[in-house]
């Protein structure tokens, strides 16, 4: 039945971005010219896989589905072979979909004042209603965990059923592609020290890298979270356990350094330096958080071809090449 809904759904998507009957599309042909060269038909597929009016080919939007027919066509030019008689190239992938049902997200709330929502705080959950009162606020500097630098800024701390704060990013004496890595590990390991809130500080040093909170937070408010579902029908989560995330602006920082009674320019201090080894603490005040997510299922594809070997004792082996 499933499989019957998705067929339908994805020719019915299709069928709203044929080339050549959409303008934006129409410019570039439905194939590249008879003769190109490589350079020239791959210049073409890029064109149409770039195009705005893919709607940046999010997971389960339409823009995602035309992309996937458009290079299950090409597997099918190539005559790869496919994965599925009634699909061919497409692998189905169940997934459930999330939208934050209140402006910026998240209501936050120290001792009856509140931070305002998009320009000061953004938030998302994947619960249906999160109220969490009088939690433990906790800084963990970066919240940088690593067995080969050997830091632990969770050291010492006590941060269970916390809403825990950092500041976003990594020290800065981590080469690039580390520095991501463990940007994006923050919540997951704050989730892993037993924390029921995690949120992030966007410093203005790191918006001098491109990551400005305006932009981040537009990220946050505008793309739904989506989860694959298992093949038991449960939701994936990358930070089991963790009620919420969240980002908070430098200014908002400062404010909440206020309330705690403790310098925030020692933050920024501690921050600069070559090792980065940012101090962190209780904050000894107490946040409560309000925040909830409708859902909705969804569904998307991964494109499969098959390139059959010519070794016959490596006929039963794989090679799997992802984008």
Known sequence: MFRKFFAAALASAVALI????????????????EGSSIEERLSYDVKVLADDLLEGRETGQRGHDFAAQFVAERFRALELEPIDEELGYLQ???????RQKYRGGMRFFIEGQSFEPVTELVGRTQAPD??????????????????????????????????????????????????????????????????????SIVTAEEEKTGQTFDR???????????????????????????????????????????????????????????????????????????????????S??????????????LAGEAIVVTA
């Open 130 to 199: 999160v109220r969490l009162a009088h939690a433990p606020i906790v800084f963990v500097g970066w919240g940088f965990v690593s067995g080969v630098y050997g830091r632990d800024d969770y050291e010492g701390l006590d941060v269970t059923g916390a809403i825990v704060v950092a500041l976003r990013g990594a020290p800065a004496f981590l080469p690039a592609d580390e520095r991501a890595h463990f940007t994006r590990q923050q919540a997951r390991t704050a989730a892993e020290r037993g924390a029921a809130a995690f949120v």
């Open 92 to 98: 189905l992938i169940p997934m459930q979909m999330f």
């Open 216 to 298: 981040l937070a537009d990220d946050y408010l505008s793309v739904p979270i989506m989860r694959w579902l298992d093949p038991e029908g449960r939701v994936s989560n990358d930070v089991p356990g963790l009620l919420a995330q969240g980002l908070m602006s430098e200014a908002a920082a400062q404010r909440l350094f206020g309330m705690a009674q403790k310098p925030w320019s020692n933050v920024t201090a501690q921050a600069r330096k070559a090792k980065g080894q940012v101090l962190g603490y209780p904050l000894d005040i107490v946040g409560s958080l309000q925040l909830g997510a409708k859902s909705s299922s969804a």
């Open 300 to 313: 998307s594809a991964n494109v499969i071809g098959i390139v059959p070997g010519t070794d016959e004792k």
């Open 18 to 33: 044929t080339i050549g009957k959409v303008p934006a599309l129409a410019q570039y042909g439905s194939m590249a010219p």
